[in-house]
């Protein structure tokens, strides 16, 4: 396993980190499986857990916290809020009110008393980067968290958040968790430069983007990826973006074989391959899905690897642009764009 330092925090992280979002009903993953899944991950070196209030309403924390019970001190542990939990209206966003709740039941749920990184899981538009800021300093200073991130956030509010924590004398986001694979490459336009700039840590999302680079997704193969499943339209092939990412996976495919690696391998090895990742979360459901990604801790690709890559896939480009998650919100409601 490699390890890297966390943006400017002086954190060692694993440049493969453990993703919890399948641990529970969303990945019909049991405690015991999440619990073996997280003594395999450990033994092989991984040291950064993260997770979200979101996922599954609580259950993946719940588990995260009974997997990892008597080694908390060897575990770079995160969350996330600000996702919608239940219907009620102000149980969601980044209010100072919310904030507070949400880490007090995670850290409950986590059987904590402290997270490591704390995320901000969406840019929430109705609440000032002053109340967000100012909410999680405070939490800071409390010793409820050690540092705070955010996560699928634009570039531009990126940069107006690091701004404002200087203009108002408050802490600042030290990490940002964007997505990015080989098939979704647009934040290498506009994200991952920012990123640089202010020194942040870049954990990403989805390597494998969606399980289209997992090996599973192959012309002529009935897909059985739990994402299939919660959003089949994803890799419907009448979709022409997805016509598009089912002809990248077949030449990507060739191109982890003629270089001797598996299709998860090369994923996994180009995005750690940016200088401006710090890790790449890995989402397994199951140990055999776990042992497939760790095979990845080390590799290295060469320039010419990198190169037959970007013949496939140009960079800064998102083969479906639909799926992008850090879409300015006056683009998705007319709302916000009319008067």
Same mark, same amino acid.
């Not at 916290?65 to 969601?92: F, Q, S, Y």
């Not at 939490?139 to 699928?152: D, M, N, P, V, W």
């Not at 990490?175 to 700039?197: A, D, M, N, W």
């Given at each position: 396993m490699q390890y890297r330092t966390l943006g400017r925090t002086g954190v060692q992280v694993s440049t493969l980190a453990l993703g919890a979002m399948n641990f529970g009903a969303i990945g019909r993953t049991t405690q015991d499986e999440a619990t073996a899944i997280v003594d395999a991950a450990l033994e092989a070196g991984v040291n950064l857990i993260d997770t979200a209030d979101f996922y599954g309403e609580g259950e993946?924390?719940? /588990?995260?916290?009974?997997?990892?019970? =008597?080694?908390?001190?060897?575990?770079?542990?995160?969350?996330?809020? !600000? /996702?919608?939990?239940?219907?009620?209206?102000?149980?969601? =966003?980044?209010?100072?009110?919310?904030?507070?709740?949400?880490?007090?039941?995670?850290?409950?749920?986590? =059987?904590?008393?402290?997270?490591?990184?704390?995320?901000?899981?969406?840019?929430?538009?109705?609440?000032?980067?002053?109340?967000?800021?100012?909410?999680?300093?405070?939490?800071?200073?409390?010793?409820?968290?050690?540092?705070?991130?955010?996560?699928?956030?634009?570039? +531009?509010?990126?940069?107006?958040?690091?701004?404002?924590?200087?203009?108002?004398? *408050? =802490?600042? +986001?030290? !990490?940002?968790?964007?997505? +990015?694979?080989?098939?979704?490459?647009?934040?290498?336009?506009?994200?991952?430069?920012? !990123?640089?700039? +202010?020194? *942040?840590?870049?954990l990403v999302w989805s390597p494998l983007a969606s399980g289209w680079l997992s090996g599973a997704v192959r012309k002529g193969r009935e897909v059985t990826t739990s994402r299939s499943r919660m959003l089949p339209e994803r890799f419907d092939l009448s979709v022409p973006s997805n016509q598009a990412r089912s002809k990248a996976v077949e030449r990507l495919a060739e191109v982890a074989d003629q270089a001797g690696l598996t299709l998860i391998q090369l994923a996994l090895g180009f995005v750690n391959a940016h200088p401006a990742v710090t890790a790449a979360l890995i989402g397994p459901r199951t140990l055999d899905h776990l042992r497939s990604q760790l095979a990845a801790a080390d590799t290295v690709l060469p320039s010419d690897v990198l190169d037959a890559i970007d013949e496939i896939v140009a960079p800064g480009t998102d083969l479906a642009p639909q799926e992008k998650f850090d879409t300015p919100p006056a683009l998705l409601d007319a709302s916000l764009r009319r008067r």
């Open positions: 993946s924390e719940e /588990m995260v916290g009974k997997a990892i019970a =008597g080694r908390r001190d060897d575990i770079v542990l995160a969350t996330k809020a !600000t /996702m919608p939990i239940g219907e009620e209206r102000n149980h969601r =966003g980044s209010s100072r009110r919310w904030l507070y709740k949400a880490l007090d039941d995670s850290l409950r749920r986590l =059987g904590v008393d402290h997270v490591d990184l704390f995320q901000i899981h969406r840019w929430d538009p109705t609440t000032s980067d002053e109340e967000t800021l100012s909410a999680l300093t405070d939490l800071q200073r409390a010793g409820k968290i050690r540092y705070f991130g955010s996560s699928t956030f634009p570039a +531009y509010r990126i940069v107006q958040a690091q701004w404002a924590a200087r203009e108002l004398r *408050l =802490g600042r +986001y030290v !990490t940002e968790q964007p997505s +990015y694979s080989i098939l979704q490459r647009g934040i290498e336009s506009h994200v991952l430069p920012v !990123t640089q700039e +202010y020194g *942040l840590g870049v």
